[in-house]
């Protein structure tokens, strides 16, 4: 079966850095759009950014743009999420999503906390 599982969450303060990381297994890695999502608290879920497989296309939110990056790695089965340049509204729970069908993402992490302090 597909798992996702997330790490690198953490406490930094505003202006710092972090990368997530999502290793992903039980699917073709490098033929699968995979993205970032993250929940802020009391919010709805939100787009951060996505990498295509193919022509290897990216697309961020604009609340992210010129600060987070979005790497894949297809020989490790990794998906990376590059943040610089943190404010407090970054905090939220940030989720790794994979197999774009149908209009939703089919499988999901299990989530990793960033908390970005001011």
């Known amino acids: 079966q597909v798992q996702l599982v997330e790490s690198g969450g953490g406490l930094v303060q505003a202006g710092g850095s972090l990368r997530l990381s999502c290793a992903a297994s039980g699917l073709t890695f490098s033929r699968n759009t995979m993205a970032w999502f993250r929940q802020p608290p009391g919010k709805e879920r939100e787009f951060v950014a996505k990498?295509?497989?193919?022509?290897?296309?990216?697309e961020y939110a604009d609340s992210v743009k010129g600060r987070f990056t979005i790497l894949r790695n297809n020989a490790e089965n990794t998906l990376y999420l590059q943040m610089n340049s943190l404010k407090p509204e970054d905090t939220a729970v940030y989720y790794c999503a994979a197999v774009f069908v149908s209009g939703k993402y089919q499988y999901w992490g299990q989530g990793t906390q960033v908390t970005v302090s001011s």
């Open positions: 990498s295509g497989w193919s022509y290897a296309t990216t």
